[in-house]
């Protein structure tokens, strides 16, 4: 195994391990700190992170607001209390060893009002942004603006060329390192373009060769390269250690930290980590945002797969192939569909599933009354999380819509984070999480069959970090 050298992150020579951002209260100042205690960078999550009472108790994020604008600047007080107060526990637990950043979402609600809002209440803490999912132009403004390193996340150095031509290249000074999240290996929402075929994977090396060679193009030869998704053992990376054709490189640990005595994911989730298999972690399109994201498959996963095959196309008028009646919603409305699909329809209500919910695509996908009046009042509920949601039909801009239909085939990804995330005491953690959304990479299954985790071992940070240096 190569010796790992350290790198300047933030003015400060620190391990080249980067703990990745993860969304909803997984990404804590508890998890960050000790990270960057160990040596590395340890990064806090700026999506709706817990704030604390005085007795020390999280703050239920609870939305009283009458209009989904209204609730959506509930959200981003939360979202600005929660980030600082993540920051200061990230601070102290580090005692001043290696660096602390902070992830922001550019698609989520509010991005920039609740980055800038961290940043101002939380002076001296943080040592970096780093932000993804999307293309964040304004990135590089708000590092000018508070003097922080900045961290793009890209899936392409077609997409890295774009943010520098429009806005990078007026502040190459603070752009502290450049993330590569390879789109197919990589937890949570990924970067797949829509020529990129998300069933065949692609080498990662010849895509970051390229990422550095259009950085090279504008004198960032030397800026490192921080490699993010399905990352597990550096030996496997060997060649990519010291390589003068990738220039510096780092690594970026997303999936692993998860298994930590640190982290706060319910101990349901830690066991089911421990108990997979290749292949148990999908990467779907039902996410609101729009873009592919790779979680576990469980309860949840299958019954949105489930819904979207629960599904037919219709016509609000008869013929070119729509010519059998059905009434759809409590009223009966008539719309058409084709007669071949008829059948289908009888079974599916035969199975309970009687509700026909449209969609933007003039198809109804069919559900049970329960699930229709949760989507219903999940859509109804929106606080606007995202900038703009499928499932909701909120677009955070006047006139606060997408102007399509809301989407039923996907679902709630706030309501969904936060009660995996918060289970109360008392409740049954097994049902909670598998009816839930559980992100990961797609090396997860390696937890069952890395020695490091025999027996059900549970490593703190420091130790998990130590076992990463030695390469196995």
């Not at 607001?65 to 600047?73: L, N, S």
């Not at 035969?350 to 559900?367: I, K």
Request: glycine share 12%; proline share 7%; net charge neutral.
């Amino acid at each position: 195994m190569k010796s790992i050298d350290t790198l300047r992150f933030g003015g400060q020579d620190v391990l080249p391990l980067i703990e990745g951002g993860k969304g909803v209260s997984v990404s804590t100042g508890v998890s960050a700190g000790h990270w960057a205690a160990a040596g590395g960078i340890g990064t806090i999550s700026a999506v709706n992170a817990d704030s604390y009472d005085q007795d020390g108790n999280p703050v239920p994020q609870i939305y009283h607001g009458r209009t989904r604008r209204e609730r959506q600047q509930e959200l981003i007080r939360y979202a600005i209390d929660g980030g600082i107060a993540q920051a200061k526990i990230a601070h102290d637990i580090s005692g001043g060893k290696g660096r602390i950043n902070v992830n922001i979402l550019w698609e989520m609600g509010g991005a920039e009002e609740v980055i800038i809002g961290i940043l101002e209440g939380a002076p001296g803490l943080v040592h970096g942004v780093t932000c993804g999912a999307g293309m964040p132009y304004r990135l590089s403004d708000i590092a000018v603006r508070f003097g922080l390193p900045y961290y793009p996340i890209v899936s392409s150095g077609r997409a890295f060329n774009a943010l520098w031509r429009r806005a990078y290249s007026k502040a190459p000074e603070l752009l502290g390192g450049v993330v590569y999240e390879d789109p197919w290996r990589a937890g949570g929402h990924n970067g797949l373009s829509n020529t990129e075929n998300p069933l065949s994977p692609e080498d990662p090396y010849p895509r970051v060769l390229e990422l550095r060679r259009v950085m090279r193009n504008y004198g960032l030869g030397e800026t490192p390269i921080i490699m993010a998704g399905g990352v597990w053992h550096l030996e496997e990376w060997q060649d990519w250690i010291g390589n003068p054709e990738l220039g510096p490189i780092a690594f970026q640990f997303g999936t692993r930290p998860l298994l930590t005595q640190e982290s706060p994911i319910p101990n349901a989730w830690k066991r089911r980590l421990l108990t997979l298999k290749k292949g148990d972690v999908y990467l779907n399109r039902f996410s609101p945002t729009g873009f592919y994201s790779s979680a576990v498959k469980n309860s949840f996963l299958r019954d949105l797969r489930e819904r979207s095959e629960r599904q037919v196309p219709y016509s609000q008028e008869a013929g070119d192939g729509y010519e059998a009646s059905y009434g759809v919603g409590a009223r009966k409305r008539e719309v058409f569909v084709p007669a071949a699909d008829r059948p289908r329809i009888a079974e599916w209500e035969a199975a309970g599933f009687t509700e026909a919910l449209r969609t933007p695509d003039d198809t109804l996908v069919f559900v049970t009354p329960e699930s229709a009046r949760e989507i219903l009042a999940d859509q109804t509920a929106c606080m606007g999380c995202l900038s703009q949601c499928r499932f909701s039909n909120w677009m955070q801009k006047e006139p606060y819509t997408t102007g399509q239909k809301a989407d039923p085939r996907s679902f709630c990804i706030q309501k969904t984070l936060q009660t995996i995330s918060h289970i109360p005491p008392g409740a049954d953690e097994d049902v909670i999480t598998d009816h839930n959304l559980m992100f990961g990479g797609t090396n997860a299954w390696r937890f069952g069959t890395d020695p490091f985790y025999a027996n059900g071992f549970v490593p703190t940070v420091g130790q998990l970090v130590e076992r990463i240096l030695t390469g196995r």
